[in-house]
DNA sequence: GTCTATATCGTGATAGAC
DNA sequence: GTCTATCACGATATAGAC
């Protein structure tokens, strides 16, 4: 179709992007975006039918572009330990890129209705289990313990990204700037590893 | 004064507190209060002065009572392994009573505005650095490796509190109900500990 | 203390001129 | 495609009767 990009569609999208991972989608107001992007409220109705709409538009794209393919590393084949630490290294610079995402995410997740749900599952969700088949691998051989792929996945996802989750108070805690929270959040990518894989080596408790 | 207490005044805490945690200060209106607590909009206006006031009442304590206690465990006078146990079995048992808490917090505190970071702040959120000072007496018997606390601390946290912050997610995309989501947290309270033990015990790489 | 009725505002969405 | 003007609605909050 070669149809041209109209400028002003994509000002919306972007505008929208910002303000809805900023504010969440409830108390992100259509005026607040079509001010962002330098138009008016009927542009953006004119473009996107409704301002769910938009959120849905913007939001398949966006969060299946950075998110997901970060995640699916888990099931790269990869040597075990070279995979953790590519995990937490690209999960953390991502996170860096984009560090109100997580949170946005997550709170747009509460309650039945969000579209969130049925974005995430259209993004392909499920996962393949080549992860947990890996770890097993691994156990048989003796060069680990046996271990819940699912519990890993989760320990490690937690530790990346909560303290992105949690950047406000942690910033006002410890009076960290931008710089120093980038110093905390890069210091941890040798952290989780070691710590993840320090569980995996050791004998059975 | 003894001033008999109000049940009405009781009811609408109770059904602000309920509506906040779920739905977000942003989403939860008056008249859901109102009618969730058996009452009208005018009574809610008439024992607080406002909606934000009635955020303020309620969680001041509300948050004061369930969640520093637990945090504040790390800095009790008990051997390292027995309080890194405590701390996960105490937070983990908190939150399965209270499970959609922490991401209310968080999500609360977006935007600088938010009511939560005065609570946060006015709660005593700086706690003393005896974890710290524990850490280093381990570290100069030669027990662990030398370890910064708030990377032990943000790992501990990340690990209890993630499962309740992504656990929507975390139910729709492993086909969980309840009691599976129980079984998974409940494990943890052994993996974590191990996890942070291994870390702390191992070597510096 | 409790309720009904209402004032006032901000929101999402649309009609219609250009 | 773009804008102004406006509608319909739901929100917080209050006035005032009982």
Do not use: W
């Not at 579209?115 to 992860?131: H, P, T, V, W």
């Not at 947990?132 to 990204?161: F, H, P, W, Y």
């Not at 960290?176 to 040798?190: H, I, L, Q």
């Amino acid at each position: 179709m070669a149809k041209a990009q109209s400028n002003t569609e994509e000002k919306i999208k972007d505008a929208a992007r910002k303000l809805f991972v900023e504010k969440g989608f409830g108390n992100a107001t259509t005026r607040d975006i079509a001010e962002c992007a330098d138009t008016n409220i009927a542009l953006v109705n004119y473009y996107f039918r409704s301002k769910e709409n938009l959120f849905q538009e913007v939001f398949q794209e966006s969060f299946a572009h950075t998110f997901l393919p970060v995640a699916r590393i888990l099931n790269d084949d990869l040597p075990l330990e070279v995979k953790i630490y590519k995990f937490v290294d690209h999960m953390t610079e991502m996170l860096k890129r984009d560090p109100m995402m997580p949170l946005f995410v997550l709170s747009e997740m509460r309650g039945e209705h969000s579209q969130m749900c049925r974005i995430m599952l259209e993004s392909g969700a499920l996962e393949s289990n080549s992860f947990q088949e890996q770890l097993n691998r691994e156990a048989a051989k003796g060069a680990i313990r046996a271990a819940d792929a699912l519990q890993v996945e989760t320990s490690l996802m937690s530790m990346v990204l909560f303290p992105f989750l949690s950047m406000n108070i942690l910033k006002m805690k410890h009076q960290m700037d931008d710089e120093a929270f980038t110093r905390f959040v890069d210091s941890r990518k040798k952290i989780i590893p070691e710590m993840t894989l320090a569980y995996l080596r050791q004998r059975e408790g």
